[in-house]
């Protein structure tokens, strides 16, 4: 017999109440022992690096196959306007962590985090996962952490319990190094293992699932990969790890084949942590979540879109975000509401039960009432700025006013998504509103300095950056008003 769906808690009338207490006592009256209510759901949070919007099969790739990635949207929900915090990857990470716009901190600033030892996400900070900690959660980090170094800064004094991956901002797939230096850490204690980093990430998280199947306590797991940042080597390509040595940013290893392979891997590890949640039992009381931390690099495909990574035109902002959860969302949509990486934490405290911290109030929103409920999508204002060539950009409504040096644009990129027809002439009551608007968001953020790190796609690394020379990193914003 199918047991009711229980009303949730936003639609309780006197019928859903007379409704469930005639449905269980026909129950109990049937032979059927009562069910005990379904503990909070578990939670994967997949998160690519540097995989742009077109690289994933359900957002377009003509040569990428995800059927993993795929099939955790068809089951659920395919965001069209996803956005990331940040055009790098440690600011956009701490958007995801605390749900705040990042320039709220001094880790924030950082464009991306280099070797400052001093820089990092503070442990009194609270955080997604200190957050559900204190829900009871079970918390675990596999994969790229990048919010600081120890002995001050680690993802255990930010409220995981568990880490297994990487402190910095790349690592080698096959030697598992950073620069000729070791990088790899089960909880504080540095590790050797053998194989190829994307598989060992998969393995790890599927490990962890299995091995909570029977626990009381619901669990979290960040699910990080390093996939496709470079160097860009594939499964097969250990040799060619071995010929770069500690190269890292191996621009000669930059061929797109061996890039496409490196997100297929990826796909194929999230394909066997979700067989890993079948065989277990635990699929229907899990939410699932895979995005990016920024727009796509070099080899990245990020149509329809122009920029990449450390850009804020769309294609370094764009991001494929999917969603499923069985039962509670339904399957086979697409939704064009506007969202960013930092609402990410008020949702899953939504669908979790778990409580913000009043003192460390979410810049996002919850997206569950559209997630679960039905509603229809909301406008957004959001607001971005990058210290390389002194970038702005804010988007209300379908609208965004973009700064790029001493250059300003309006753009709608609904009907205009590569950002080629400037509207900024014509429609100058909306280039005021939006760089109003983004002036006033400035002033409630740290203000930019001249000792952040940053950088920027120069002439030298990339033949279609005509002429552009390496930003001096010193440079920053002083806030100045915006172009006329």
């Known amino acids: 017999m199918k047991i009711p769906a229980l009303p949730t808690r936003h639609s309780l009338t006197r019928r859903s109440l007379l409704y469930g207490s005639a449905a269980g006592a026909t129950l109990l009256a049937g032979g059927v022992q009562a069910q005990p209510a379904r503990r909070p759901p578990n939670v994967i949070f997949f998160l690519a690096d540097d995989l742009g919007t077109a690289d994933i099969t359900c957002y377009g790739a ?94 255990l004094k930010s409220g995981y319990e568990h880490f297994w991956g990487f402190r910095g901002g790349s690592l080698d797939y ?3 190094q950073a620069n000729g230096k070791p990088d790899l850490w089960d909880d504080d204690r540095a590790v050797d293992v053998k194989g190829y980093l994307t598989s060992l990430i998969g393995a790890r998280v599927a490990d962890i699932v299995r091995s909570n199947a029977a626990s009381s306590k619901p669990w979290f797991i960040s699910a990080h990969f390093n996939a496709p ?15 770069i040595g500690a190269d890292n940013h191996d621009l000669q290893g930059a061929k797109l084949a061996t890039y496409n392979k490196m997100v297929e891997a990826m796909d194929q590890q999230i394909g066997a942590v979700l067989r890993a949640l079948d065989e277990t039992g635990q699929a229907d009381n899990t939410i699932v979540i895979f995005t990016s931390d920024n727009g796509g690099e070099r080899l990245s495909n990020t149509w329809p879109f122009s920029g990449k990574k450390g850009e804020l035109l769309e294609g370094g902002l764009r991001i494929p975000s999917v ?42 929103i919850s997206l569950l009432p559209l997630l679960t409920g039905g ?54 009551d909306i280039y005021k509103r939006l760089t109003g608007a983004w002036d006033s968001w400035n002033h409630t953020m740290l203000p930019e300095t001249a000792q952040s790190y940053t950088y920027n796609n120069f002439a030298a690394d990339w ?22």
């Open 323 to 364: 969603i499923r959860w069985p039962g509670r969302i339904r399957a086979g949509q697409a939704i064009s509401q506007v969202m960013i990486h930092m609402d990410w934490l008020p949702t899953l405290l939504a669908a979790c039960g778990g409580a913000p911290d009043p003192a460390s109030p979410s810049d996002g």
């Open 62 to 155: 003509p040569q990428i196959r995800t059927p993993a990635i795929d099939a955790i949207a068809a089951a659920g929900i395919r965001f069209t306007q996803a956005y990331a915090n940040s055009a790098v990857c440690t600011a956009s990470r701490v958007g995801i962590i605390t749900g705040r716009y990042q320039y709220r901190l001094a880790i924030g600033l950082e464009e991306p985090l280099a070797a400052n030892l001093d820089i990092g996400l503070p442990p009194e900070q609270p955080t997604l996962p200190s957050l559900l900690g204190k829900a009871g959660y079970d918390t675990h980090l596999v994969g790229k952490w990048h919010l600081g170094f120890l002995p001050k800064f680690g993802p």
């Open 463 to 484: 033949a279609d950056h005509i002429n552009t020379p390496p930003v001096d990193p010193h440079a920053y914003d002083d806030g100045s008003p915006w172009p006329a």
């Open 229 to 243: 940042h470079w160097p860009w080597e594939g499964p097969q390509d250990e040799a060619h790890s071995r010929e």
């Open 174 to 176: 096959f030697s598992h």
């Open 375 to 428: 509603a229809e999508p909301a406008p957004r204002t959001l607001f971005w700025r990058f210290k390389a060539n002194q970038q702005r950009a804010v988007r209300d409504g379908d609208f965004k006013a973009l700064k790029i040096g001493a250059n300003a644009y309006l753009f709608n990129v609904v009907d205009d998504p590569l950002e080629r027809s400037d509207l900024k002439k014509k429609y100058p």
